[in-house]
């Protein structure tokens, strides 16, 4: 039981560490130290980030980029193994958080659910009066939205048959455009020797839309959801 123990511990440390530093190097050694396991944990990852309202700044994007350069360029990773499994943890996260968001239900806007931030379930509220249903599938591409929106579905009473469709095309369209990406462009040398560069592009890209949002609640207020169970699904 110790053993396992020092064993989980010293994983979520070099996980933490991956977090912090998510860099080809990095990745690849962590890859050559747990082998198989990495195909849990990257499945944990992207579960969690869709799946659990309190993790919405796990680096979806980027791992999904990085995992697929490590495939092209070390064949330690099997690609296409990779696409089934994480675009499967991210239709099951949007699931399970769908489901919660129906559990917990308008009481989510009350501002006395301590784990949500009533700001992030407003705007999220208000995404989904602009784009409507298909919300589920555009918010796969903006970070923080991408983890509340099933959330909200759940909670606003979404059609599960349309949640459920928007959801298996955003899961397969996000996972393949970041994986397949890094797993071809990883190859090109040029790519290869800038990879470190590229991640961070990756990253600022994501976090545009973020920065946008918040750039818009410091000049307007936040809008004010009065009935969370009425929403724009069409």
Do not use: C
Request: proline share 4%; aromatic share 16%; glycine share 8%.
């Amino acid at each position: 039981v110790n053993k396992a123990m020092e064993v989980i511990i010293q994983l979520f440390k070099e996980l933490f560490n991956l977090i912090l530093h998510l860099d080809i190097p990095n990745l690849t050694m962590f890859v050559d130290h747990w082998g198989v396991l990495v195909y849990v944990v990257m499945f944990i990852i992207i579960f969690v980030e869709t799946g659990l309202v309190v993790m919405p700044f796990l680096p979806g994007d980027s791992l999904l980029f990085a995992t697929g350069a490590v495939a092209g360029l070390t064949g330690s990773l099997n690609v296409v193994f990779l696409f089934f499994l994480l675009a499967a943890a991210a239709v099951i996260g949007d699931t399970v958080n769908y489901w919660i968001g129906h559990y917990i239900g308008p009481k989510a806007f009350s501002g006395k659910v301590r784990f949500l931030k009533r700001e992030y379930l407003d705007r999220t509220h208000a995404f989904y009066e602009k784009h409507g249903g298909k919300t589920i599938l555009l918010a796969r591409f903006v970070p923080i939205v991408r983890t509340f929106a099933p959330f909200v579905a759940g909670v606003g009473g979404m059609h599960y048959g349309n949640f459920i469709r928007y959801n298996f095309i955003g899961g397969i369209l996000w996972t393949s455009l970041f994986l397949f990406s890094g797993y071809f462009l990883g190859q090109f040398d040029w790519v290869e020797r800038n990879l470190h560069f590229v991640l961070i592009a990756i990253i600022l890209i994501s976090v545009i839309p973020a920065v946008y949002e918040a750039w818009k609640a410091k000049r307007e207020p936040a809008p004010v959801v009065s009935d969370p169970t009425k929403l724009n699904f069409d």
